[in-house]
């Protein structure tokens, strides 16, 4: 499986072609694509806006496809890891990133994110970036 950040799941909704190349390209060799629940809450939380009324129409026809993967309680113990190596190493992650990359991290898969800088610094976390930069 591969878990979907919140903001591959926004270049979706927005069309962005290289990101629909990727999924597509997953897609047709079988991959399972998933959300971790907190990915499910950014972008829900973010539908709510009166002017990206048209856009929850397709997010909601995107999150359809995606499997939810739910934190259990070995993610929070691997987010709890994560966030103490952070902090040891003087930097700092927001908690829902954190628990985004624990999720992924705990149930052995791959996310895929544009915040590479980010993520990078999580040890043990596979991690792809679907954008195309020139």
């Keep these: ?3 979907l950040d919140t903001n591959i799941v ?16 997953a897609l047709d ?18 539908a709510f806006d009166p002017r990206f009324a048209r856009k929850k129409v397709t997010l909601e026809s995107f999150l359809e496809n995606l499997e939810l993967v739910i934190p ?3 993610t929070y113990e691997v987010a709890a890891q994560i966030w ?3 902090k040891q190493a003087g930097t700092k992650l927001e908690d829902n990133d954190i628990l985004i990359a624990a999720t992924a991290m705990s149930f052995g898969e791959t996310l895929i994110s544009d915040n590479t800088k980010h993520f990078e610094r999580i040890k043990g976390l596979k991690l792809e ?6």
Excluded: P
């Design 10 to 25: 926004s270049l979706l909704v927005r069309n962005s072609e290289s990101v629909l190349v990727q999924y597509d390209d």
């Design 84 to 86: 103490w190596d952070l």
């Design 29 to 46: 060799c079988g991959e399972i694509l998933g959300i971790s629940a907190i990915t499910h809450y950014e972008s829900k939380r973010g």
């Design 1 to 3: 499986m591969l878990i």
């Design 129 to 134: 970036n679907w954008i195309e930069r020139s």
């Design 72 to 74: 259990d309680f070995h």
